[in-house]
């Protein structure tokens, strides 16, 4: 009696047909007809092989591996399943099991429904075309498949297996995200960490150092979602480096679905290769956000600076990195030692580099002396805004509310003229119709009146845009105000400080400074 082996194979595909009722492919009947033709046929089954939900066109699916390995070992000598297409739909395994390992190893495989049997090489051709069909229908399929995807892509559907840190699939829609608090509220505190001028790395430490779960961990020990970082050469239970920067990266937080990252070589190989940004599908606004668009934008800038982490057995803390210039070179400002090493303050670097040849001159500023002044310019602007609200409401009154009182009055004067003109028209053309003035008399009428309707329209657009402009000034008012009445008490300078509020500073050869500002009150100028 031969030994032999039954092999089965349900694929997604298969699982659509089931549901729609057709089960003939289920795992369940693939064993009762390979068994009943096992059983006709005189063979001794020793093992059966199952791969649930897996593609036929990869042969690395679990049990198919077991199988191939057994065959090695010469522990059967026939393969039945139920057909060519269930052992495999790739052509190039199909060539490479069926033809040229398998009679090497003495094993013989049969398709029972569709005739296939390597014992007849008469049935060859027959293989090797079904092989190709088979191989074009997975081709066509993954052509729908694909562009299905991309569609709901479009719509703003999440399709991923896996929700990014913070979110939740929605119980009651699995392409919709919701947050999940705990997770939210580290992402929020990395964002808060890395604005206070803490590295990546060291953020890292900090989370690992309390016990908080890496992203893997927490899906599956607290989610219980069966899941694995392929990305990870070796996982472990401290936050990375390159964690912290693509959470600190991610569109996701602002509730913009961003998707189509990454492609497949083809729809053979499992490969995946990363897409341009342009071509990534992003849909804004498709679920609650973690973090505000400005905090996302201020760590984008904040990372283009590249700040290094601070050397904790520094005496200081250089808060202004990455923002100091020189106000001649436009060159960044290097740190400056004393003859003792000891750090004390900036120098332009060009002059650092090059001397006096390089037609620049030192520009040297005292570290404390900049933070003293940077400091009393932001109480400065902070004080300002303290008398905008407590002592000289009236002076901003009259720039912003007479500005737009002026306006709307002259909008509503020219709109009743051009109401006027419209009726003088309509007057004009029933007195023509009166015969009570002569054709030529109602051109002339009519010429006039146009011309003055399109000379008062082209006024109120003018003033309209005028309007406009008016908003946006109050506007960014709006937003200067908020940006520094957080520090109108402010005794101590700190890095998230000046991140927050300042560009750059330039310094000038005598020791003066100018500071750009994020915001500024945008009426100084009328004051």
């Not at 939740?168 to 995200?177: A, G, M, Q, S, V």
């Amino acid at each position: 009696m031969e030994k032999a082996v039954l092999y089965l194979r349900l694929s997604k595909e298969d699982i659509d047909k089931i549901s729609e009722g057709d089960d003939s492919a289920s795992i369940k009947n693939q064993r009762l007809l390979l068994t009943d033709y096992a059983l006709k046929h005189d063979y001794q089954i020793v093992d059966v092989y199952s791969d649930d939900n897996e593609s036929g066109l990869y042969d690395d699916r679990p049990d198919f591996e077991r199988m191939i390995q057994d065959a090695k070992l010469g522990k059967f000598s026939i393969i039945i399943a139920k057909t060519q297409a269930r052992f495999s739909r790739n052509m190039e395994h199909i060539e490479r099991y069926l033809h040229h390992d398998f009679p090497i190893l003495g094993i013989r495989f049969i398709g029972v429904t569709d005739g296939v049997d390597t014992a007849d090489s008469s049935n060859k051709k027959a293989r090797q075309i079904n092989g190709l069909v088979n191989e074009w229908y997975c081709e066509d399929l993954s052509k729908n498949i694909r562009s299905a995807f991309k569609a709901k892509m479009k719509d703003g559907q999440y399709l991923g297996s896996s929700c990014p840190y913070g979110y939740i699939k929605d119980p009651t829609n699995h392409n919709h995200l919701i947050v999940d608090d705990y997770a939210a509220d580290i992402v929020r505190e990395i964002y808060k960490l890395y604005l206070q001028g803490i590295g990546k790395g060291r953020i890292g430490r900090i989370l690992s150092d309390r016990g908080v779960l890496i992203p893997s961990l927490y899906k599956r020990n607290v989610q219980g979602i069966n899941y694995h970082n392929a990305n990870a050469k070796a996982e472990t239970h401290l936050w990375s480096y390159q964690t912290i920067h693509q959470i600190l990266n991610n569109q996701m937080y602002l509730g913009n679905m961003v998707q189509y990252r990454t492609t497949t070589l083809s729809y053979k190989d499992k490969t995946k290769k990363l897409r341009l940004p342009s071509e990534w599908i992003i849909v804004e606004g498709t679920h609650e956000p973690i973090i505000s668009y400005a905090i996302f934008q201020r760590v984008q800038e904040l990372q283009k600076i590249r700040t290094k982490e601070v050397n904790t057995e520094q005496k200081y803390t250089n808060i202004f990195s990455g923002l100091l210039y020189c106000a001649d070179c436009n060159h960044t400002m290097n740190r400056n030692y004393t003859r003792k090493g000891v750090f004390c303050g900036f120098i332009c670097s060009t002059y650092k580099r090059h001397g006096n040849k390089a037609g620049c001159r030192s520009h040297r500023v005292d570290y404390d002396a900049l933070c003293d002044a940077v400091l009393e310019s932001i109480k400065l602007e902070a004080r300002k805004i303290l008398s905008d609200k407590d002592v000289d409401e009236l002076k901003k009154s009259r720039l912003i509310s007479s500005r737009e009182e002026k306006i709307e009055n002259e909008i509503r004067i020219l709109e009743n003229e051009c109401e006027k003109l419209k009726q003088y028209k309509q007057k004009t053309y029933e007195a023509y119709l009166d015969d009570l003035i002569t054709m030529n008399e109602y051109k002339v009428y009519i010429k006039k009146y146009d011309t003055e309707l399109s000379d008062t329209c082209k006024k109120i657009d003018k003033l309209y845009a005028e309007k406009q402009v008016t908003d946006s000034l109050d506007q960014k008012y709006k937003e200067w105000v908020n940006m520094f009445s957080d520090y109108i008490n402010i005794t101590e300078l700190t890095r998230t400080v000046v991140i927050e509020l300042i560009k750059r500073i330039d310094v000038y050869e005598d020791g003066n400074i100018k500071i750009h500002y994020r915001f500024k009150n945008p009426y100084e100028s009328s004051k």
